[in-house]
């Protein structure tokens, strides 16, 4: 049973990385031969510029043709990693299910997220309806693969049914006449409110399977895909904060703006690439050091700017009410007490969340380095080794301790 779906899986796989990547090509030309002329109105390709936004580009010493190339060269190189991100799952996960289907996911959805294909502009081309259908198709397999991720299973089964609509939700709404005129905003034809359900259910189907399915293994895998999916959303958040606060960060087409689009398109790379690490199951457990120095060195960043911009505001608002102007010395010494603070704040908050999400590990330490602290005073052997077998029962719980010792032979 195992290796008929594996070939299946295998077939399907073929089949729609080829026509993926065959209707990929004329999008790109096309999308190419569009972003090179500006325009306004309702029939515009999502990321062609308009005359105002397309002179502005023009003064900042940029032609429409090098837009036009950095944006189709951006999107070959998202699908490119993509693609060699499913390859190297096939390569190694031939005969796994779990990682074709992945594969299948990574090439459709990598080759048609900055294409052309769901765009009105793609109206009038015969492989529009196909493409638009395989475009829809890599938005949700994307998001069903998280509902039987890591292990390939329907948790809880009756998942399943939630994939079979939101499957009959697809055909749908690809079929209907409503299609390519009326797909002007991303997620395209799918609508809001299958497209919140899909988040809501995988969300649902990881939580579920991680709480009440998974065993230590599968939870790594998960971690894994939590942490890239998390981090890569926070980073777009932090770009889309930016773009709002700073004017020329949100000035379509300039130089900063192409800036924030490629760091866009980096920051969701790591989703493909958490999800083939966990599949491949490369150093797993590196993930808890990964998520332990994100969680304290991004607070302490967030922290650090917080007090710095805040010492700095304070200092000069004494510094005008004492001296009557601004003065550098306010930088000066905000600087210097952040340096100074640095790693005290650092070792505090190390402490912090040790203790507060990593409280096992955090309370194994802690009496490790207590009996470490013993052990240079104990002399009697009883006593030694009643302490080991006592701290090794408290800190690993197993079901039972027990401590040899090799008896000194004379020469």
Known sequence: MTRTLTLWMGIIWLAVGLATLALFIPSEFVAHQLLQHACAGSGCFDHQLTPRVAASLRHSGFSLAFYASYYTGL??????????????????????PMGLFAAMAFVSFGCSLFGVMNSPAAEGYAWAPVAQL??????????????????????????????????????????????????????GPLSILPFASLIFSSVFAQIYRYRRVSGPIERQQTKWVVFGAVTALLCFFVLVVLQNAVPSLGNT????????????????????????????RYRLWDIDVLINRALVYGSLTISTVVVYIGGVIALQALCRDVLG???????????????????PWRRRLQAFIDRRFYRRRYDAARTLAAMSARLRDDVDLDMLVADIVGVVDQTVQPAHVSLWLQRETAS
Do not use: C, E
Not at 75 to 96: E, N, Q
Not at 146 to 164: E, H, I, Q
Not at 266 to 279: C, E, K, M, R
């Open 325 to 343: 102007q601004d003065s550098d010395l306010a930088i000066a010494v905000a600087t210097l007490a952040v340096a100074a603070l640095f790693n």
């Open 134 to 187: 395989l475009n829809n198709a890599g938005f949700l397999s994307l998001f069903i693969l998280l509902y039987v991720f890591p292990d390939g299973r329907f948790v809880p089964s009756w998942m399943r049914w939630v994939a079979l609509a939101q499957v009959a939700s697809l055909v749908g709404s690809t079929v209907l006449p409503h299609t390519v005129a009326d797909a002007d905003s991303w997620p």
């Open 253 to 280: 087409g300039s130089a900063a703006s192409l800036f924030v689009l490629s760091m866009g398109v980096a920051t969701f790379l790591l989703i493909p690439i958490s999800v083939a690490v966990a599949i491949l």
């Open 75 to 96: 999107a070959a190189v998202f699908a490119l990693v993509w693609t060699v991100l499913a390859l190297v799952l096939v390569v190694r996960k031939p005969s796994d």
